[in-house]
C-alpha cells in the first residue's frame, strides 16, 4: 500500500479481513470467561441481551422440532453471536475518525467504508438469527386473528413465498460472488479493499436465511400435526 503513504495510517486489507475473522472469537471466549467468573454479575445483562420481537405465542411454546432443526438453529444462533460483536468495530472506527478528523485535522480514507462494508455484511448474515427468533417485520393484520393452529398452518402456506426469495435470492448472490471473485473485484474508492469477500458475504447470509426458513418450515409442520393430534384449534 505505498502508494496510500501520504494519507497517514492507512489500516491494511489484510488486517481489516483478519480482524474481523478473529475479533469475535476473542470476544465470545472472553464471554464465556466471564460467565465463569462472574455469572451472578451478568445475569441481567443476558436477560437484557436477549431478542424482544413480538413474537407470536407458538415460537414461546419453545417447539425446537428434530435434530435437524437442532443443528440449523444452533448454526443460526452462533451465527449471530459472532456478527453482533462486529458493532464493536464500528464504533470504534467512528471514534478514531473523529479524533483524527477534528483533533489532528488529519481525515482517514477507509473508516467510512470500512464501516458501511462492515454493517452491510453484518446486515445480511443476521438474517438467519432475525428469523430464529421472530425478529423480521410482517403483516399481522389477518394472521393475529387466525387462532393458533391457524397461524402455524398460514406460516406453513406462506412458506412457499418465502423460499421462492430466498432460493432467488442465493442464487443471484452466488453468481455475484463469483463474478467479483474471477475479476478480483475491489472497491470504486481510494482504499481499494476487496470486494469479493463482500458478495461472498451476501451468499452465505442468504444461505443462512435459506436454512434457517428451512428449520422453521419443518418445525411448523411438525408442530401442526401434533396440535391436530392434540385437539388443538
Avoid at 424482544?52 to 438453529?73: C, M, S, Y
Avoid at 470500512?114 to 423480521?136: E, K, P
Avoid at 413465498?161 to 432460493?167: E, G, L
Wanted: proline share 3%; hydrophobic share 50%.
Amino acid at each position: 500500500m505505498s502508494e496510500l503513504e501520504g494519507f497517514g495510517f492507512v489500516l491494511p486489507h489484510w488486517l481489516y479481513w483478519g480482524w474481523l475473522a478473529i475479533m469475535p472469537l476473542v470476544m465470545i471466549a472472553w464471554d464465556k470467561w466471564a460467565l465463569t467468573h462472574g455469572e451472578k454479575e451478568l445475569e441481567h445483562y443476558e436477560i437484557m441481551g436477549e431478542v424482544q420481537a413480538d413474537e407470536d405465542p407458538i415460537i414461546h411454546q419453545h417447539f425446537h422440532g428434530n435434530r435437524l432443526t437442532k443443528v440449523i438453529d444452533w448454526i443460526s444462533e452462533k451465527s449471530g453471536l459472532f456478527i453482533a460483536f462486529w458493532t464493536i468495530n464500528a464504533v470504534c472506527f467512528y471514534f478514531f475518525e473523529v479524533i483524527m478528523r477534528y483533533i489532528f485535522n488529519m481525515p482517514t480514507i477507509w473508516v467510512h467504508e470500512a464501516s458501511f462494508l462492515l454493517l452491510g455484511m453484518q446486515y445480511m448474515l443476521a438474517g438467519g438469527y432475525a428469523l430464529l427468533h421472530g425478529a423480521h417485520v410482517r403483516v399481522d393484520v389477518v394472521y393475529v386473528k387466525l387462532p393458533e393452529r391457524g397461524r402455524v398452518g398460514m406460516d406453513i402456506f406462506t412458506s412457499v413465498f418465502f423460499f421462492i426469495f430466498a432460493i432467488a435470492l442465493t442464487l443471484t448472490s452466488w453468481i455475484f460472488f463469483i463474478d467479483s471473485y474471477n475479476m478480483n473485484e475491489v472497491t470504486m474508492e481510494t482504499w481499494g479493499i476487496q470486494h469479493w469477500p463482500v458478495k461472498g458475504m451476501m451468499f452465505l447470509g442468504s444461505a443462512l436465511i435459506l436454512m434457517a426458513g428451512f428449520s422453521k418450515f419443518l418445525k411448523d409442520i411438525m408442530l401442526y400435526i401434533r396440535m391436530g393430534k392434540e385437539g388443538k384449534v
